[in-house]
């Protein structure tokens, strides 16, 4: 796939993305852009389920939802709203100590550029990039594993890492591209794109695709 092929790709692509299953963030953040319910979420969404995010954060957003209110919750009081996320212990101390640092340090507002969201205690550029996207509307490419294998599969770019990735990517594609482009991955890599044995036989855009390292389809 060349950047042309790309660009003649995305509306087919978007349109099949429809019939997909948006991941849980995105959907959230199309009626709550807070930022830092944003952070939040993103810091839950790691190594855990769509739905067991979405949970996890209703039940904590029901207790605190800024930073002040979340920087005085205990971590077991944070424990106990977000099990059974994945490393829940891990995160509850991540997110107090977090919403302390944004309280303390930055007025008690979210940072919203790349390099002071870094940062931030266990924050890194995919989690920086989607509270950029989406909680302040800004232009950037988040690159999760989805993403990754994708465009190199596809023949996009040829590249070794999500942060490889994200960097090449901004080399080739227009700027109006980069804020969807995750959410749309997402849906197409869980639903059609998949790690093994992807479903090209469904897929609307296969004939775009160079299909590297795939071994076997259906």
């Given at each position: 796939?060349?950047?042309?092929?790309?660009?003649?790709?995305?509306?087919?692509?978007?349109?099949?993305?429809?019939?997909?299953?948006?991941?849980?963030?995105?959907?959230?953040?199309?009626?709550?852009?807070?930022?830092?319910?944003?952070?939040?979420?993103?810091?839950?969404?790691?190594?855990?389920?769509?739905?067991?995010?979405?949970?996890?954060?209703?039940?904590?957003?029901?207790?605190?939802?800024?930073?002040?209110?979340?920087?005085?919750?205990?971590?077991?009081?944070?424990?106990?709203?977000?099990?059974?996320?994945?490393?829940?212990?891990?995160?509850?101390?991540?997110?107090?100590?977090?919403?302390?640092?944004?309280?303390?340090?930055?007025?008690?507002?979210?940072?919203?550029?790349?390099?002071?969201?870094?940062?931030?205690?266990?924050?890194?550029?995919?989690?920086?990039?989607?509270?950029?996207?989406?909680?302040?509307?800004?232009?950037?490419?988040?690159?999760?594993?989805?993403?990754?294998?994708?465009v190199n599969r596809w023949g996009l770019i040829k590249t070794k890492n999500p942060i490889e990735t994200e960097f090449g990517l901004?080399?080739?594609?227009?700027?109006?591209?980069?804020?969807?482009?995750?959410?749309?991955?997402?849906?197409?890599?869980?639903?059609?794109?998949?790690?093994?044995?992807?479903?090209?036989?469904?897929?609307?855009?296969?004939?775009?695709?160079?299909?590297?390292?795939?071994?076997?389809?259906?």
């Open positions: 796939m060349t950047a042309k092929d790309f660009l003649k790709a995305w509306p087919v692509l978007k349109r099949q993305v429809k019939s997909l299953n948006v991941p849980w963030l995105e959907n959230f953040a199309s009626f709550d852009r807070d930022p830092f319910k944003i952070l939040i979420s993103c810091i839950l969404s790691l190594r855990t389920q769509d739905r067991t995010t979405g949970r996890a954060s209703e039940r904590l957003f029901d207790l605190a939802s800024d930073p002040e209110s979340m920087s005085r919750l205990s971590a077991k009081t944070i424990e106990k709203a977000i099990y059974p996320v994945g490393f829940y212990r891990v995160k509850a101390e991540r997110i107090q100590r977090i919403s302390r640092e944004i309280v303390e340090k930055h007025h008690s507002k979210v940072p919203d550029t790349i390099e002071e969201l870094l940062k931030l205690e266990g924050v890194g550029r995919k989690t920086a990039n989607l509270v950029i996207t989406l909680g302040y509307n800004k232009d950037g490419i988040c690159v999760d594993t989805h993403v990754h294998r994708i901004k080399k080739i594609l227009p700027k109006k591209y980069w804020k969807e482009l995750n959410g749309m991955l997402v849906a197409f890599g869980q639903g059609i794109c998949k790690p093994i044995s992807p479903l090209c036989s469904k897929c609307k855009i296969n004939i775009f695709c160079d299909k590297i390292g795939v071994a076997i389809s259906r």
